[in-house]
């Protein structure tokens, strides 16, 4: 049991530290090299556009839902209004940014960890750099600031779904009345809220691309090893997301109360 | 001038060079036999630094590059032009863009040379007016043709064969070696062949290293190895395992 725990710390710090080289090389590649936009607009396209279907329908079911509970609850203590209140905080700042990121993770992370494990094991990563390409410039480089940069998107689309989704629900479902119920979303939704939302997403869009990069281009040789490359990158992006969420939510209190 | 010096390579607890030493001199042809496992795509990969050593030196026209970092070997790396074992062409691409690759990225040439230049060398291995295909599409053969036409489009000074002909039928293997020994005389290059098919062995170089035990064993031209009566040389040559005939299943 103790050779295993060791064997498991052993390769996170690994992993860790990996992660860290990737994220310098990232640097480096960005200050160093010239970024290829074609490259980084067809992943936008694969991340983003090809995302919004998963994100949008997570975004409108989790409003609804977070709508339903909160006005039964709200509606014992005769505060109806504040529903739509509550379920645009919570979307804007934590569930938005964490079920996107979770859903990235799963969609694009897997693609990504897949797609450059199988060129890792059929050498197409080798060849690159013996035709001069650095991987890192080529592979990497467009894949992470794709991500970033659709991130705060997705997780805008999600929230605002959401929302319009939960007020739906409100009113013509729950019969809350409409004007109090917007006028009191939009008097306790502050400006921070949605800041502490959008800030995390780039957080989970940059550890989402880089765990998934690291995961496919060192991913172990046969179909087992991109397997297994797979679902490690969903599973430690996922997990990352979720124990990160906690501090940054923490963090942001402090930084923007 | 590529020169190999005291190399070591461990993975894990198995030492798969245990201090290789050779030098091959600009333009010549050299091919690397050995055992399968025995390390000799490992050591080709360490000529064109994919693979960094545990200790040793590689000398390429007098740069180290043992520990030179990733950046640094981009300039190096483009006086190579590798065949891949699998060709490993890049599935996302048609035959055209594989084989332009270089010549897209760097961007010195219109569009309509790159394509020319494409069509050149695809005549060159004997596959013009395959252009768009995808490599899924391809056989084994011409998949490897194309990753020929690659490895030469931008005119390396030292071309690396990782087993150019394994997997292939025998006249699949007549024309890759044909096209290495075509590729070699019109580029002038320096040819680095690894494989353990004999035949192309003798046929594509001009200088025999037989890599065994971690270590280069013989350095001989292909008549004095194919004459050789040492027992590891001549068993090798010759096909003949030290297994015994009346060992059990």
Known sequence: ?257 | MIEVRNLKKRFGPSGVLQGVDFSIEKGEAVTIIGQSGGGKSVLLKHLVGLIRPDSGDVIIDGENIARMNERAMVSVRRKFGMLFQGAALFDSMTVEENVGFVLNREKTASPKEIACRVEEVLDLVGLNGIQKKKPAELSGGMRKRVGLARAVIYRPEILLYDEPTTGLDPIASDTIDHLIIRAVDKLKATSIAVTHDMRSARRIGKRILLLHEGRIYANMTPDDLFKSKDPVIYRFVNGISEMKGDAEL
């Open chain 1, 1 to 257: 049991m103790t050779s295993y725990a060791k064997i498991y710390v052993r390769e996170w710090l690994a992993g860790v530290g990996r992660g860290t080289m990737l994220c310098l090389d990232i640097f480096a590649s960005l200050f160093s090299s010239k970024v290829s936009w074609r490259d980084v607009l067809y992943q936008m396209y694969f991340i983003g556009v090809k995302s919004q279907s998963v994100v949008t329908i997570t975004g409108a079911f989790t409003g609804m839902v977070l709508c339903a509970q909160t006005a039964f609850q709200f509606h014992k203590i005769k505060m109806d209004t504040a529903t739509l209140a509550v379920v645009s905080v919570g979307m804007g700042s934590e569930l938005g940014p964490v079920l996107t990121g979770l859903m990235v993770a799963g969609r694009v992370g897997a693609a990504i960890a897949a797609e450059l494990g199988t060129m890792r094991v059929t050498e197409q990563v080798d060849a690159l750099r013996t035709l001069a390409a650095n991987p890192i410039d080529y592979l990497v480089v467009p894949r992470f600031l794709a991500t970033l940069l659709v991130m705060p998107l997705l997780t805008a689309e999600s929230v605002c779904v959401g929302i319009l989704a939960a007020y739906l629900v409100a009113v013509f479902l729950l019969g809350i009345n409409p004007t109090y119920v917007w006028f009191n979303m939009l008097h306790y939704t502050h400006v921070n809220d949605m800041l502490t939302g959008i800030i995390k997403t780039f957080i989970f869009g940059a550890m989402v691309s880089v765990i998934a990069c690291d995961k496919g281009l060192n991913c172990p040789q046969g179909a087992e090893g991109v397997g297994r490359a797979t679902t490690e990158a969903v599973v430690y992006s996922s997990i990352t997301i979720l124990i990160s969420n906690f501090f940054f939510t923490m963090l942001l209190q402090k930084m923007l109360p």
